[in-house]
T-cell receptor
Framework: AQTVTQSQPEMSVQEAETVTLSCTYD???????LFWYKQPPSRQMILVIR??????QNATENRFSVNFQKAAKSFSLKISDSQLGDTAMYFC????????????FGTGTRLQVFP | DSGVTQTPKHLITATGQRVTLRCSPR?????VYWYQQSLDQGLQFLIQ???????AKGNILERFSAQQFPDLHSELNLSSLELGDSALYFC??????????????FGSGTQLSVL
């Protein structure tokens, strides 16, 4: 069974600074996908970024980028130039690459951005 | 706005009762996913439907059932409710959901409170 671990329950960062959220996962599969979702106080689940395991290049979406280390089964999220609106719960998620696109989520990291 | 509609937004009921949560997927999406988010269990995958058929099943209790109708909307039925069923229930949708790594788009959730 696949598992996703987020070892940082809470983190904080000052506005305009950079912060990195950690995620590790466990799988015996070779074909899979990894995601980061953001859940602000509104509780809406918002997709931040997506990574395909067979691609070595790290995904980037504006201020958000990932450091994907397949051998180490690590998938961290870097937020650059943090903004107050980045305050949210961040969930790392794993998706197996066959039959279904269900997501397996980690426990989340609560990020607080301070002015 | 993700395009996924969930109703109602809030539901308050008593133990032993039965409720129905409704989800309309994004236009064109054939797959619907149900998730439960609670403080103790985190985000748990319950079940996925594709074009009316069950495609994947997670940790869904026997007291819970779901279905997807010909117009592709889905309903999650929760019966014999217990206090521990209090949670935020999310619906998500994707075009096919067959393991191609599709992005899932989430509704705003139904907050269920069992008193």
């Amino acid at each position: 069974a696949q598992t996703v671990t987020q070892s940082q329950p809470e983190m904080s960062v000052q506005e305009a600074e950079t912060v990195t959220l950690s995620c590790t996962y466990d799988t015996s599969e070779n074909n899979y996908y990894l995601f980061w979702y953001k859940q602000p106080p509104s509780r809406q689940m918002i997709l931040v970024i997506r990574q395909e395991a067979y691609k070595q290049q790290n995904a980037t979406e504006n201020r958000f980028s990932v450091n994907f280390q397949k051998a180490a089964k690590s998938f961290s999220l870097k937020i650059s130039d943090s903004q107050l609106g980045d305050t949210a719960m961040y969930f790392c998620a794993f998706m197996i690459g066959y039959n279904t696109d269900k997501l397996i989520f980690g426990t989340g990291t609560r990020l607080q951005v301070f002015p | 706005d993700s395009g996924v509609t969930q109703t109602p937004k809030h539901l308050i009921t008593a133990t032993g009762q039965r409720v129905t949560l409704r989800c309309s997927p994004r236009s064109g999406d054939l797959s619907v996913y149900w998730y439960q988010q609670s403080l103790d269990q985190g985000l748990q995958f319950l079940i996925q439907y594709y074009n009316g058929e069950e495609r994947a099943k997670g940790n869904i209790l026997e007291r819970f059932s779901a279905q997807q109708f010909p117009d592709l909307h889905s309903e999650l039925n929760l019966s014999s409710l217990e206090l521990g069923d209090s949670a935020l229930y999310f619906c998500a949708s994707s075009p096919e959901g067959n393991g191609a790594g599709e992005k899932l788009f989430f509704g705003s959730g139904t907050q269920l409170s069992v008193l």
